[in-house]
């Protein structure tokens, strides 16, 4: 049965960093595309970063471009999302996703123009001082 697991959520001040690691189990890792979303009280889940199942391609959203890197290492089947420079406004629920895919779909599952079906229980981020 397919699993995500989030982990390495946290409090943290303005201007420090977090890396948050998906743990995939169930299913075979390099077959799916991974994504990294989000969602604050009261707004609308959003996509933060999403990357192929080979790694080879990336999207990040415009409000955290610069600042975060996804990446996976299919052979610990985990998925990294490492946030720097965190903001008040990035305080959120973070969840991971995965979609089974052999073209890369990073940008479509981060627009959540695609279904997605899988989901993590979510970490909490709360950037506060």
């Known amino acids: 049965q397919l699993q995500l697991v989030e982990s390495g959520g946290g409090l943290v001040q303005p201007g420090g960093s977090l890396r948050l690691s998906c743990a995939a189990s169930?299913?075979?890792?390099?077959?799916?595309?991974i994504g990294w979303f989000r969602q604050a009280p009261g707004k609308e889940r959003e996509g933060v970063s999403c990357?192929?199942?080979?790694?080879?391609?990336?999207y990040y959203a415009e409000s955290v471009k610069g600042r975060v890197t996804i990446s996976r290492d299919n052979t610990k089947k985990t998925v990294y999302l490492q946030m720097n420079s965190l903001k008040p406004e990035d305080t959120a629920v973070y969840y991971c996703?995965?979609?089974?895919?052999?073209?890369?779909?990073?940008?479509?599952?981060?627009?959540?123009?695609?279904?997605?079906?899988?989901w993590g229980q979510g970490t909490q981020v709360t950037v506060s001082s």
């Open positions: 996703a995965a979609v089974p895919a052999s073209i890369s779909i990073a940008q479509a599952m981060c627009l959540m123009t695609i279904n997605i079906d899988s």
């Open positions: 169930g299913f075979t890792l390099g077959y799916y595309a």
């Open positions: 990357i192929s199942s080979s790694g080879g391609n990336t």
